[in-house]
Nanobody, 115 residues
Framework: QVQLVESGGGLVQPGGSLRLSCAAS????????MGWYRQAPGKQRELVAAITSGGSTNYADFVKGRFTISRDNAKSTVYLQMNNLKPEDTAVYYC?????????WGQGTQVTVSS
């Protein structure tokens, strides 16, 4: 049984930072590409950042220079360090594990950026 469990969301002021974590189980973590997506109310889910099994990263333009994705294969965990957060970053953030045509999703963690 595949499980992706996100943590680290919460309420933060504009300009603040959060680090999201996603702990995976039930998969051979090291061979999966991992990603973070987000979905704001009334909007479609969108890619935030992704990291391949080899460690190559890809970022959406709206987070470049502010967010950093990383992975720890020994802990089967992927992270998203979010700095200089803006109100428009408010969304539910989802962890994704992808191998070939198979996608696994976490339950999501809420990030709210507000003063």
């Amino acid at each position: 049984q595949v499980q992706l469990v996100e943590s680290g969301g919460g309420l933060v002021q504009p300009g603040g930072s959060l680090r999201l974590s996603c702990a995976a189980s039930g998969i051979i973590f090291s061979i999966y590409a991992m990603g973070w997506y987000r979905q704001a109310p009334g909007k479609q889910r969108e890619l935030v950042a992704a990291i391949t099994s080899g460690g190559s990263t890809n970022y959406a333009d709206f987070v470049k220079g502010r967010f950093t994705i990383s992975r720890d294969n020994a802990k089967s965990t992927v992270y998203l360090q979010m700095n200089n957060l803006k109100p428009e970053d408010t969304a539910v953030y989802y962890c994704n594990a992808r191998k070939f045509a198979t996608d696994h999703w976490g339950q999501g963690t809420q990030v709210t950026v507000s003063s």
